[in-house]
């Protein structure tokens, strides 16, 4: 059997147990959408011409892990709930498969609540941090200027704080600031 005939093999498949129960095409559903709409936040990441190549280098790999997290939670949470729905379901009502079918159903509309209103966000802020720690080790990601030099925007923090001589070497590195007069 080649690669085609396996694919449409296992596609009818899953087509058929999504028709036949409502909780398993809402779940595949859900993640197909994910996926889809991963890939082309991506694609679209990628061909932004107004995007510079040092803020792709992190919001591709960003969206990318932010794509996995969303399926991967979506599918470790819901999975189990739906396949416990399934079970109590199964010992309350036994001859019922409209009762199953409704709690598997009702369980994939509660994992993807969980997942994607709880479990996500936690994982993607958790991730973010990860990955900042990554580049910054990596130097991908360019330092800021503890003094200001009079080329770049100043940068006011503690350890720069605003006064008027960091002020006047900023406008005086302004082309239009000829005629500023303080």
């Known amino acids: ?6 694919a449409a093999k296992t596609g009818g498949k899953i087509l058929k147990q999504s028709v036949e129960n409502n909780g398993n095409f809402l779940f595949l559903s859900a993640a197909a959408g994910w ?15 107004e995007i ?6 992190f919001l591709v790999p960003q969206e990318i892990m932010d794509g996995t997290f969303n399926i991967a939670t979506y599918a ?5 709930i739906m ?7 199964g010992k309350k009502m036994p001859d019922n498969k409209q009762a199953i079918e409704g709690a598997r159903t009702l369980a994939a509309i509660a994992g993807g609540v969980i997942s994607s209103n709880i479990i996500t ?4 802020n958790k991730s973010s941090v990860v990955i900042k720690k990554i ?11 503890e003094i200001y030099d009079g080329r770049t925007y100043p940068n006011f923090r503690a350890k720069q704080p605003l006064n008027m001589q960091s002020y006047i070497n900023f406008t005086k590195s302004m082309p ?7």
Do not use: C, D, F, Y
């Not at 396949?83 to 379901?89: D, M």
């Not at 580049?135 to 200027?145: A, D, H, R, V």
């Open 1 to 6: 059997m080649n690669l085609m005939e396996n």
């Open 35 to 49: 996926a889809l709409a991963s890939m082309a936040q991506t694609i679209g990441l990628i061909t932004n011409k």
């Open 52 to 57: 510079g190549k040092e803020e792709k280098k």
């Open 76 to 80: 470790a949470i819901t999975v189990p």
């Open 83 to 89: 396949n416990l729905a399934s079970k109590v379901a």
């Open 121 to 124: 966000p936690i994982l993607r």
């Open 135 to 145: 580049m910054e080790k990596k130097n991908l990601t360019p330092p800021s200027p």
């Open 176 to 182: 239009h600031s000829g005629s500023l007069k303080i």
